[in-house]
């Protein structure tokens, strides 16, 4: 017989039937000559009744024995059960005791700091495995927009020679007797690409040795980066917000439950729809002052600020046209205004923030040269990316979008560190 997944048996068809099941123990109660298990797979669990006079004492015994986590294999006959903790219920026949386990570690009076030095067991927690199939549908919603829209997938080098977003949160590493750093942000490279391609995405790891301990920031995150030749500022955002609104309804279509346990408000995910509100950054400077913010011209924004102005907003939220001294080099200046750049970034409501950094880059090479020289970078250093502005050059945008705060808004967690499997950040470097 093979094994059925505990979803496809919970309904009135498998009633009286006769199944094999795998899973985990993830609860167990004696009372007399019956053990109760809740078993439990990657689908779901069920109530398993296992009673001595069928199994026979030995096994009886051995069941009794085990501790949750214990791996199991075992037969019985599905019933419908409205007091069961999912509506049925299976008697028992044989059951197989594959991997015993005792004492597992976990429980629910533990610290998050042990949760997290157990993450290689938390991971099986009922919170942790929805958040995790979230994220799964997270990811085929990118690729699937993405694919649809004629984005052709490729991949950058995760060891580089210099920076992207700045020098002050590069990680360096040795190599072979020269300097190298994890990549910030594939962005430059797939710029060279759309010379080929036209229109590509990745998603790909990015680094920041950040130093702030805040909600949102991991030193290793996901990121998932377009690019796209002839764009402008605005076409980017077009393709962005229909990209957000397309995974929103990925999840809810296939994730409603796992978004229920965690007591997602969903009607509010449902409400989301294009087109989303633009607001200039310097509108943004009144909102927040307004909204009981302190903020001026040419701030940027924390998180702590970030935080407090988009607790006001119902949807996310495009800020555009940030002052040019507060972005880096490549983001193209407005020609009618170049104290400003034609970038953009979206920030998610209810408090979680800036969720996308994206924009129009410089194609015109004196530009570029300028814009490297007032922000002290040597061309040299950057070659490859200047030789991109003498053979060809056209306009053209993208956007990186931070997948682990996408999925830690989208799955309204407390803190960035329960949306990706192993976070890494200041402090944490295991498991
Ligand atoms: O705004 P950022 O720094 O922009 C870039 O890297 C551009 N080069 C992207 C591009 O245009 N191709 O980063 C983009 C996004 C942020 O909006 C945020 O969601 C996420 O990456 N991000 C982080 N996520 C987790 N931890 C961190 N330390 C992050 N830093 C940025
Ligand atoms: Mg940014």
């Given at each position: 017989m093979s094994a059925y997944r505990i979803e496809e048996i919970l309904s009135d068809e498998f009633d009286g039937k006769e199944v094999e099941i795998r899973g985990w123990i993830y609860r167990k109660r004696r009372t007399g000559k019956l053990i109760f298990v809740v078993l439990r797979d990657s689908s779901d669990i069920v109530q398993c009744v296992v009673e001595k006079k069928i199994v026979g004492n030995e096994k009886f015994k051995e069941l009794d024995k085990v501790g949750v986590e214990s791996s199991l294999i075992l037969k019985g006959k599905v019933r419908k059960e409205e007091r069961a903790p999912t509506g049925y219920e299976i008697h028992v026949d044989d059951f197989e005791i594959v991997g015993p386990a005792y004492n597992f570690p976990i429980n629910k009076d533990k610290s998050d700091e042990f949760?997290?030095?157990?993450?290689?067991?938390?991971?099986?927690?009922?919170?942790?495995?929805?958040?995790?199939?979230?994220?799964?549908?997270?990811?085929?919603?990118?690729?699937?927009?993405?694919?649809?829209?004629?984005?052709?997938?490729?991949?950058?080098?995760?060891?580089?020679?210099?920076?992207?977003?700045?020098?002050?949160?590069?990680?360096?590493?040795?190599?072979?007797?020269?300097?190298?750093?994890?990549?910030?942000?594939?962005?430059?490279?797939?710029?060279?690409?759309?010379?080929?391609?036209?229109?590509?995405?990745?998603?790909?790891?990015?680094?920041?040795?950040?130093?702030?301990?805040?909600?949102?920031?991991?030193?290793?995150?996901w990121h998932a980066e377009a690019e796209a030749a002839w764009y402008h500022n605005e076409d980017m955002m077009k393709d962005e917000e229909e990209m957000v609104v397309h995974i929103i309804q990925k999840v809810l279509e296939k994730r409603k439950k796992e978004l229920k346990l965690l007591n997602r408000d969903i009607e509010f995910l449902e409400s989301i729809e294009t087109p989303f509100p633009r607001m200039r950054y310097e509108k943004l400077v009144d909102f927040a002052n307004e909204h009981g913010v302190e903020m001026k011209y040419g701030d940027d924004l924390g998180a702590d600020e970030e935080s407090a102005i988009t607790k006001h907003f119902d949807s996310p939220v495009f800020i555009t046209h940030y002052p040019t001294e507060i972005k880096p080099f490549y983001h193209r200046p407005d020609p009618e205004n170049p104290s400003v750049v034609l970038c953009h970034d979206l920030l998610a409501p209810e408090g979680y923030g800036e969720v996308i950094g994206g924009g129009e880059r410089t194609y015109k090479l004196e530009v570029l040269l300028q814009r490297m020289e007032e922000e002290g970078l040597n061309p040299e250093d950057y070659y490859w990316y200047v030789d991109l502005r003498k053979y060809g050059s056209v306009p053209h945008a993208g956007f990186g979008l931070g997948v682990d705060r996408f999925v830690w808004w989208l799955a309204g967690l407390d803190h960035i560190k329960y949306a990706i499997p192993y976070p890494r950040t200041i402090r944490r470097l295991k498991p």
């Open positions: 949760l997290l030095d157990n993450r290689h067991l938390w991971v099986r927690s009922r919170e942790m495995t929805a958040i995790l199939k979230i994220r799964d549908a997270v990811f085929e919603g990118f690729h699937e927009f993405f694919r649809e829209r004629g984005y052709f997938e490729t991949q950058g080098p995760m060891f580089v020679t210099g920076a992207v977003e700045g020098g002050s949160t590069l990680f360096e590493v040795p190599y072979f007797g020269k300097k190298a750093y994890l990549t910030q942000s594939s962005q430059f490279y797939l710029e060279t690409l759309i010379f080929a391609l036209e229109k590509v995405y990745t998603i790909a790891p990015s680094f920041r040795a950040e130093k702030s301990r805040t909600r949102r920031h991991l030193t290793e995150y």
